[in-house]
């Protein structure tokens, strides 16, 4: 299995980095009503961006640069490096964010929504790079992560069926479903349950690793 790709908030990271800036701003509960609402999961991301509006780029990555990382994210990182595997964030977070993180842990790709910067100040805008129309997806989230593991395996030359996928919630239901191995760590959903090969109750990224 030559790819293994994470999700990030709750999995690389400890904290959801939008609770984060929400909860330093102000916002945590407009945040929570739309998440919680019935609409579409990728009109959520496009709804949240908008609190955002204003904040500058140095103010968003300060918050950002105190998440504390996942225990044993960083020897997990070096050690599936050191044994050739090619790794990637999918995230239906910002690339402010996974850029940010795949620097920190030497990383070789992040996906995520990309928000509109102005003179260094983010306007509330958001780009979706979605894919689920494409793979006919039912996840309907902003990042489709099944369409970008399929994307990202075919760049490095890897079946999907010899990939490795790890997440903790609803949004990386698909992606669990699509590699060859998924692996739930500390599912924040039961439904995760029904796609995961494997579950991990233990907030340690090392425990990854007697299953690779």
């Not at 998440?35 to 961006?49: D, F, G, T, V, W």
């Not at 990042?143 to 996928?165: N, P, Q, T, W």
Request: with cysteine; aromatic share 10%; proline share 3%.
């Amino acid at each position: 299995m030559g790819l293994i790709v994470f999700d990030l908030d709750g999995t690389l990271i400890k904290e959801r980095t939008i609770f984060a800036i929400a909860k330093k701003y102000g916002f945590l509960e407009e945040v929570v009503k739309v998440i919680e609402s019935p609409i579409k999961n990728y009109m959520k991301s496009k709804i949240i961006a908008g609190f955002l509006k204003g904040l500058t780029v140095n103010e968003f990555l300060d918050i950002i640069k105190k998440i504390p990382l996942m225990d044993g994210a960083e020897e997990v990182s070096k050690t599936l490096k050191d044994k050739g595997y090619k790794l990637g964030i999918i995230s239906d977070g910002y690339t402010l964010v996974t850029e940010y993180f795949k620097e920190k842990l030497g990383f070789d790709f992040s996906v995520a929504n990309r928000l509109e910067v102005k003179n260094g100040i983010l306007t509330g805008k958001i780009y979706m790079p979605m894919g689920w129309l494409e793979t006919r997806c039912f996840c309907k989230q902003s990042v489709c992560k099944r369409a970008h593991l399929r994307i990202y395996a075919k760049k490095y030359g890897v079946s999907v069926k010899d990939c490795v996928a790890v997440g903790d919630g609803p949004a990386d239901l698909c992606m669990l479903d699509e590699a060859g191995l998924g692996i739930a760590f500390n599912p924040k959903t039961p439904e995760l349950l029904k796609y995961a090969k494997m579950v991990i109750d233990k907030e340690d990224l090392r425990e990854i690793l007697s299953y690779l």
